[in-house]
């Protein structure tokens, strides 16, 4: 197989999306596109992830060094794609219709319509010179109840349909491109963008 070599790139390599919740100073909750999510081991599964640069999710999340991982799914991608491309510093971000809730463990805010949501306590902040990278305990997972069912994991995967994304774009989990970023948002109203 002939190739070719490139800069740091990760095209071709899907991930999985999550939406971080977080609440600022005023108890005002913010949630923000992420994934560069995965997962590690100590003694019990943890999670990793990495924030780029300085963002509302970080500050919140260094204040309170707890946030929410909410998996997305096709169903709530127009208002992820939203809450990827508009900063928690913008006053009208979080003015979009949203069901949110808390995490039963941890002063978190969740996503009611997102199927799976951790509940991460961050142990570890690695400040790099532009990036910070976080290790966490997974206090809780919140799982809708219909992924306890007998179906197999492939039907419930369709069912609940989460997206990944890899070269700007959006896929569903069955690879079907669902729009460069910035275009699902363009599904909300004109007045919640
Ligand atoms: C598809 C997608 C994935 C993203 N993944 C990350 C990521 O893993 N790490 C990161 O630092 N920013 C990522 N971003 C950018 C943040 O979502 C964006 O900066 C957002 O405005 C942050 O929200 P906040 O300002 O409320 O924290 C991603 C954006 C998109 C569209």
Not at 2 to 11: A, E, R
Not at 16 to 39: A, I, V
Not at 156 to 179: M, N, Q, W
Request: hydrophobic fraction near 35%; include cysteine.
């Amino acid at each position: 197989m002939g190739k070719i070599s490139l800069k740091p790139y990760n095209d071709y390599c899907p991930q999985t999306l999550f939406l971080y919740g977080t609440y600022d100073e005023n108890g005002n909750p913010d949630f923000g596109l992420f994934c560069w999510f995965t997962y590690l081991w100590d003694g019990e599964m943890g999670a990793m992830c990495c924030i780029g640069g300085e963002k509302t999710t970080l500050e919140n999340i260094r204040r309170s060094r707890v946030f929410s991982a909410n998996l997305v799914t096709e169903e709530l991608l127009p208002a992820a794609d939203h809450l990827g491309s508009v900063s928690g510093r913008d006053p009208e971000k979080m003015k979009i219709p949203l069901e949110i809730g808390k995490g039963e463990v941890l002063e978190v805010p969740v996503l009611e319509r997102s199927p799976v949501n951790f509940e991460l306590e961050v142990t570890d902040f690695i400040t790099k010179h532009d990036g910070t990278v976080m290790l966490c305990k997974i206090r809780n997972v919140l799982q809708e109840e219909s992924l306890s069912s007998g179906e197999s994991a492939e039907q419930k995967l369709r069912r609940i349909a989460p997206v990944k994304t890899t070269c700007h774009h959006y896929f569903s989990y069955e690879g079907k491109d669902l729009g460069a970023w910035g275009e699902p948002r363009k599904k909300l109203s004109e007045g919640a963008r």
